[in-house]
Each structure stands twice: as structure tokens, then as C-alpha cells.
Nanobody, 117 residues
Framework: QVQLVESGGGLVQAGGSLRLSCAASGTINNIKAMNWYRQAPEEQRELVATITSSGDTNYASSVKGRFTISRDSAKNTLYLQMNNLKPEDTAVYYC???????????WGKGTLVTVSS
């Protein structure tokens, strides 16, 4: 019943910007954090950015200073503003809701970001 839908991916040149959105439907309780993950071809999924329920943020070192995670509670939407994109950022980006150790996470199906050099 809960659904996360990512949008905003696409093709962009190096140095450009994109803003990813993750729209949540359904009631999600016990949210510990909301996250953006990404998975490059043939690589493991990695955590890119986190925002906790209290608003604290954290970023992977590779994107720190370039990406900003935020949320709009009124719109039930999570965002990832990506600036100064690099080809290494090319990946499928996934929205994730962490509900803690003893509850199942929710995941979106991903949106593809391709950064050309």
C-alpha cells in the first residue's frame, strides 16, 4: 500500500544539475531516516545521502558539498539536489525509508541518472 516513486532522473552533462524527487503515498510510520541510494552498473548499491527524522543530514564523501538531501513533509516528498554532477555519479538512484532495525524498509523502483563527460 505504501509506494515510493522517484522522478527527475535523466541525461545531463558533467557540471550540470538535477533534482530528484521521491513521492511517498500511503501512511509510513516509525520513520527513522530517509535515504538516497545509488547503484552503478555492475556495482553494489551505496548510500548517498541520509536525512533523519529530526532533520540531520549525512552524505557519502564522494558527493559531500555537491548534493543536498531535503524533504517537504507537507508534500510527502523527499528530494536530492545534485549539483556539479560528474560522470562517476551515473547510476540508478533509489529512494529509501528506514524504519529501524525491526521494521521493513520501503524502496522505490529507482530513477536513472546519466552524466556525460
Amino acid at each position: 500500500q505504501v509506494q515510493l516513486v522517484e522522478s527527475g532522473g535523466g541525461l545531463v552533462q558533467a557540471g550540470g544539475s538535477l533534482r530528484l524527487s521521491c513521492a511517498a503515498s500511503g501512511t509510513i510510520n516509525n520513520i527513522k531516516a530517509m535515504n538516497w541510494y545509488r547503484q552503478a552498473p555492475e556495482e553494489q548499491r551505496e548510500l548517498v545521502a541520509t536525512i533523519t527524522s529530526s532533520g540531520d543530514t549525512n552524505y557519502a564523501s564522494s558527493v559531500k558539498g555537491r548534493f543536498t538531501i531535503s524533504r517537504d513533509s507537507a508534500k510527502n516528498t523527499l528530494y536530492l539536489q545534485m549539483n556539479n554532477l560528474k560522470p562517476e555519479d551515473t547510476a540508478v538512484y533509489y529512494c529509501n525509508v528506514d524504519r529501524g532495525e525491526f521494521r521493513r524498509d520501503y524502496w522505490g523502483k529507482g530513477t536513472l541518472v546519466t552524466v556525460s563527460s
